[in-house]
């Protein structure tokens, strides 16, 4: 059975996205409260040493180092209740783009140069969601993201697996491994966790909340991992779903097909309804994190 699903959701899965989801309000979840044995293994995965970088992206002996190199463990954010968020203030006219940015180890993916590109044409903030394993391979390209101040970054997990039934430990240490990479190679922490696929349960929220992050769903889809959808498509979608407050998932990893292409028309129409386009952190109204 398990096999048979996993082949169903195949696409969604390299792509980092479900075809839906079912919301549950976190006021039915159960309050979990920490054992010993679940601080002991939170802090043994948060010092666990991060996978090395591809050869690509590391220095080579003849090259000067122009940096002190920060240290391998991010700062540990509060623990927190469970924050289960698809959208944001739906009397404010204000949307995020959002992008995830994800590979599983065994099925490693690229870059989308021309969503940047026109981002930065456009002038507009972004979150981009990234995976630890992505941004192992892909350095270069991590830095550049974080060296936008209009672009915010969150956590994707390390490997993109299906979260829901790993343990404790497991988990931490997608989060973590995660949180560490991106701190070590940009000085900036995550405060928003997307979920692979959008799959979840009880047990994976309050994870996600005890590593002090909020999980960041979303309400429009643009079925940008599907390579029938063109851009076309794409912007049909938002112009139907849009409404204030949303949250639109796209992908720039080489798995959004038309994403690139869809994005300068999508931006237009957003701006000439008299949508502000924001940050997640800034739809929900957080105050940032502090970067290095």
């Known amino acids: 059975m398990k096999n048979i699903f996993a082949l169903i959701v195949l696409l969604l899965l390299n792509a980092c996205t479900p075809e839906g989801t079912q919301a549950i309000p976190a006021t039915a979840l159960p309050t979990y409260t920490a054992s010993p044995s679940q601080s002991a293994t939170v802090t043994s995965a948060a010092t666990e040493t991060p996978l090395p970088l591809t050869p690509s992206a590391t220095a080579t002996a003849s090259q000067t180092p122009t940096e002190t190199p920060r240290p391998n463990v991010a700062p540990t954010l509060p623990h927190a209740d469970v924050q289960f968020v698809y959208h944001g203030d739906r009397d404010k006219p204000y949307v995020a783009l959002t992008f995830d940015l994800c590979q599983k180890p065994e099925l490693p993916s690229w870059f989308d140069q021309g969503i940047v590109d026109t981002l930065t044409e456009y002038d507009v903030p972004a979150t981009f969601f990234m995976g630890g394993d ?159």
């Open 134 to 292: 992505w941004m192992r391979t892909h350095v270069d390209e991590t830095k550049l993201l974080a060296a936008n101040p209009k672009f915010e970054l969150g956590n994707h997990s390390w490997s993109h697996p299906d979260l829901p039934g790993l343990s404790e430990e497991a988990i931490s240490r997608e989060i973590l491994k995660t949180q560490n990479l991106l701190y070590q190679l940009t000085g900036r922490q995550a405060r928003l966790f997307r979920l692979p696929a959008g799959l979840y349960d009880d047990f994976t929220l309050v994870m996600i909340a005890w590593h002090g992050l909020y999980t960041i769903q979303w309400d429009v889809e643009t079925g940008d991992p599907d390579p029938t959808i063109d851009a076309e498509r794409m912007n049909w979608a938002v112009r139907e779903r849009v409404q204030n407050g949303s949250i639109i998932i796209m992908h720039a990893n080489g798995r959004g097909w038309n994403t690139a292409e869809a994005l300068p028309e999508m931006i237009e129409h957003l701006q000439g309804e008299g949508y502000t386009l924001v940050t997640v952190s800034q739809l929900l109204g957080l105050e940032p994190l502090p970067a290095e």
